[in-house]
């Protein structure tokens, strides 16, 4: 079972599978945004979901937490493109620049 964790030194969050370490999701916090950087899944956990289940549960955070999203990530802009449902999140000058 996935289960994702912050790791707030390292400034990304993690999942883990039985806690294992599968993927994470680098982000910079800012005064009203979180700006994500980077999101890996390990080469071994590839295939498997993790991506998408780390983008879904790092957006429902910014939401939890009031925060707007800059997704400087490539695989968080994709995982918007494809899910409108957090489009919100985003700013519209910040879609338009990274074309969400």
């Not at 599978?17 to 800012?30: A, F, M, P, R």
């Not at 957006?59 to 925060?67: I, N, S």
């Not at 800059?70 to 000058?93: G, Q, S």
Request: proline share 6%; hydrophobic share 40%; glycine share 8%.
């Amino acid at each position: 079972m996935l289960t994702l964790g912050n790791n707030d030194p390292l400034h990304r969050f993690e999942a883990f599978d039985d806690g294992v370490l599968v993927g994470y999701s680098e982000y910079n916090l800012l005064s009203d945004s979180v700006m994500f950087t980077h999101t890996e899944v390990l080469p071994e956990h590839e295939g498997k979901g993790v991506g998408g289940f780390i983008a879904a549960a790092v957006l429902d955070d910014a939401r939890k937490q009031g925060k707007h999203v800059i997704p400087a990530c490539p695989f968080i802009a994709a995982y918007l493109r494809k899910h409108p449902e957090y489009l919100d999140l985003v700013k519209p000058e910040i879609r338009r620049a990274f074309k969400v």
